[in-house]
């Protein structure tokens, strides 16, 4: 999200897809908060360690004519 100035502040863009999610308008007032940052979070690799076993255990077998399309995947 983008930070702009303003006259008296600072400004954050919403892209529309979050404004019409949670049914924003303007004048409506939000809260911001700060997260702590992700690497921060001790049992975040042992999850996606996890994660990883499980996607391995599931053995799962594609066609053998599949190619993986990175743009196709990555399509909105």
């Not at 954050?12 to 690497?39: C, F, H, Q, T």
């Amino acid at each position: 999200m983008q930070v702009s100035k303003l006259d008296d502040g600072f400004a954050i863009r919403l892209p529309d897809s979050l404004v019409e999610e949670l049914g924003l308008k303007e004048g409506d007032e939000v809260g911001v908060y700060r997260l702590p940052a992700r690497d921060t979070d001790p049992d975040m690799e042992e999850r996606r360690k996890k994660a990883l076993r499980i996607i391995d255990s599931l053995a799962w077998q594609f066609p053998p004519d599949f190619k993986f399309n990175r743009e196709e995947a990555n399509e909105r």
